[in-house]
């Protein structure tokens, strides 16, 4: 599942020779604007950030596992606005820490969307990752969003390869 390639039409794969990255937004006009990067889960509150992930229709999730899936994610990065100290942007990664990363939960409240964050978000997210030596990366998205992926180098899988997911299907009764 983490071979390269597309996995159904949510998954986009990504491969980038390792050079830094240029920013369309710099950090310097984030702060001015009152927005801070955070790279790391102390001072996230995961209520306020189940609130985002509802916000743009993802499930409302338990914050003691959200905790945890921060806890074991290899690359995170989220806005705060300064004046409400509450978390406006966000995306993770996992992965195998070598070789392979998938992009997850990338998610912008629906108040700051248009003003460039997600790609903030996601061109540091990238940098981060290729800096460690992942070059190949994944990313889950809805199909409504792709177009917004595809821009920052993210294309379905050339060589073809398409994934599957596990789903466990109820068993009609009898």
Not at 6 to 26: A, D, E, H, L, V
Not at 55 to 67: C, L, Q, S, T, Y
Not at 130 to 144: F, H
Not at 148 to 170: E, H, N, W
């Amino acid at each position: 599942m983490l071979s390269r390639g597309i996995i159904s039409p949510f998954r986009t794969s990504i491969s980038f020779p390792t050079t830094t990255c240029k920013y369309s937004i710099s950090d310097q006009d984030l702060e001015s604007r009152g927005f801070f990067l955070r790279r790391t889960i102390s001072d996230l509150n995961f209520d306020h950030l189940n609130s985002v992930f509802v916000a743009v229709g993802f499930p409302r999730r338990d914050p003691e596992k959200i905790k945890l899936a921060l806890e074991h994610t290899d690359s995170m990065l989220w806005v705060e606005y300064k004046k409400t100290q509450k978390p406006v942007a966000f995306a993770r990664a996992t992965g195998d820490g070598v070789f392979n990363a998938i992009i997850w939960d990338v998610v912008v409240d629906p108040s700051y969307q248009g003003i460039g964050l997600g790609k903030a978000v996601m061109e540091r997210l990238i940098e981060d990752l290729l800096e460690k030596g992942i070059c190949n990366i994944a990313l889950y998205s809805e199909p409504r969003v792709l177009g917004f992926y595809r821009p920052l180098g993210f294309v379905a899988d050339p060589d073809g390869i398409r994934g599957m997911v596990f789903s466990r299907k109820q068993k009609k009764k009898k």
